[in-house]
């Protein structure tokens, strides 16, 4: 276990060393992304009856910089790894395959976390609002940092330059995110893109995350739980049966 928690602390002191990079950009991102969308179209888009539409951009853009940054820790430090020649040191360390999922999902998950409460005390700041079910929050929080972490560690097993790693980033995970209803309501599509939309796990993390803030959703949270969670474990086996094989990690 010692071995699991050094590799844990590793992962994790890795972001939080150049935290100005990792957590307060995000956390920059969003706001602007807050002043600008919320400015131009307070007015002119209708969500959810007695909620604004600054209000109803919040926790979306607090869940789509949980899973962008989560993606992102555990894909980039294990192509770094992987291109430095440090990654043989992981393997040849007493771990087990669960134990190097885990020591990577974790710190994906603490990075994730830390973004998300970054962006939400920056924007509880400036727009005061209560959360109506904070469980509900953390579940989602918790799955979408899972999952997406999970993603990250099968795109660094994948990946052998950074060009491949960058190609899951910009056409797999931003257009996911930026089109899972973190800017508008998917009631507000016509029906073949709210179709498409349910296709899109994405959306129910987002979706389900809104609900724990203002107890309204598109859909009903434990359906958006179920969903995810199925996503998530398949994912982790995936990861898992990645790491137990010693794909593209061993040559």
Known sequence: MSAFYTLLYKEVLRFWKVSLQTIVAPMVTALLYLVIFGSALQKHMQ????VSYTHFLIPGLIMMSVLQNAFANSATSLI?????GNLVFVLMAP???WEI?????????ARGACVGLSVYLA?????????????????????????LGTLGLIAGIYAE???QMMSFQNFLIAPLTLLAGVFYSIHSLPPLWHAVSRLNPFFYLIDGFRYGFFGISDLAPITSLIITGACCAALACLALRLLSSGY????
């Open 101 to 109: 999922f885990g020591a990577y999902v974790l710190a994906s998950v």
């Open 47 to 50: 969500v959810y009856p007695g």
């Open 248 to 251: 593209k990690l061993r040559n």
């Open 161 to 163: 330059k950074f060009d």
């Open 80 to 84: 770094q790894s992987k291109l430095n």
């Open 95 to 97: 771990l087990g395959a």
């Open 123 to 147: 924007t509880v700041w400036f727009f005061p609002f209560g959360i109506a079910a904070p469980l509900y929050s953390a579940a989602f929080i918790l799955i979408g940092a899972t999952l």
